[in-house]
């Protein structure tokens, strides 16, 4: 693949951002006890060979939310080849038809984006078929919709704890560790704290309390690029940076 000399220093850049990530953690008041956030570098749209700068800096956790491009990126001879303990998200819209086509790609290590039922269902008994033999459960989050944005995925904040229990209690193939939320875009942080973030907390602690879990043990995906400072004083566990660490993208996304 050709790319330009790039003007992005993807070893800084990830250097930056895991530092940004250890001052907002260091800020967050200690009566949320949530662990240190995990960085998932959002490589969609980006060449693998920019995935592999990131893998030798020591990144470990990619994101990407195209089902093809997870599909071509996970089996790519060179990432197979160059980072054996590479851990890719899927973060992007999961339609049922495309489930068969991501639950065998290669360390593929958690579905971010469940938001309903349906899928929720299509994916335990697609992984029962491929892992009967095994032990082995499909980690995920449930995608919570907290603008209430039309265009967004994700159940409605007040639907998330029963889908989560649902899982919990019928859906053994599923290892539901959390919860997401992309949240509406370019909000004005002098305003105040993000209501985005708010909802998802609730969320999560109504699921810390209905299913009695260590508050600790649950996970929250929130901030992205623009706002992950701001999730992790609010509680984030997982944050999912892109542009901030490969650069802009072109605009084919949402
Ligand atoms: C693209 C994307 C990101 C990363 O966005 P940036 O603003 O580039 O950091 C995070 N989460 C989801 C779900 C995305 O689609």
Redesign the pocket.
């Known amino acids: 693949m050709i790319r330009m000399m790039t003007e992005v220093n993807i070893k800084a850049g990830i250097e930056s951002i895991l530092r940004r990530i250890d001052e907002a953690y260091a800020r967050r008041p200690t009566h949320i006890k949530a662990p240190k956030p995990l960085l998932v570098a959002?490589s969609?749209t980006k060449p693998v060979e920019m995935i592999i700068e990131a893998y030798q800096a020591g990144q470990r956790h990619f994101?990407e939310?195209y089902v093809q491009e997870l599909v071509e990126k996970t089996q790519h001879p060179d990432i197979l080849q160059q980072c054996p303990d590479i851990k890719w998200h899927f973060?992007?819209h999961l339609q049922n038809n495309k489930i068969n086509k991501i639950l065998k790609l290669p360390n593929l290590y958690m579905i971010?984006?469940v938001d309903s039922e349906k899928l929720a269902t299509g994916l335990n008994s697609a992984w029962q078929k491929i892992h009967s033999d095994d032990n082995k459960l499909l980690s995920i989050l449930i995608q919570v919709n907290t603008s209430g944005e039309e265009a967004k995925n994700g159940v409605l904040p007040s639907e998330a704890p029963a889908l989560y229990k649902h899982i919990t209690e019928n859906l053994k193939y599923l290892q539901p560790e959390g919860v997401m939320t992309?949240g509406a875009f370019g909000f004005d942080y002098a305003t105040g704290p993000n209501p985005d973030f708010i909802s998802l907390i609730n969320v999560y602690k109504e699921i810390c309390e209905q299913n009695t879990l260590e508050p600790d043990s649950v996970q929250v995906s929130m901030g992205?690029?623009?706002d992950?400072e701001n999730a992790i004083e609010g509680g984030s566990t997982i944050v999912?940076?892109?542009?901030?660490i490969f650069g802009f993208?072109a605009k084919k996304?949402?």
């Open positions: 959002v969609k994101g939310n973060i992007g971010q984006t992309i992205m690029s623009d992950f999912r940076v892109g542009s901030a993208r996304n949402v």
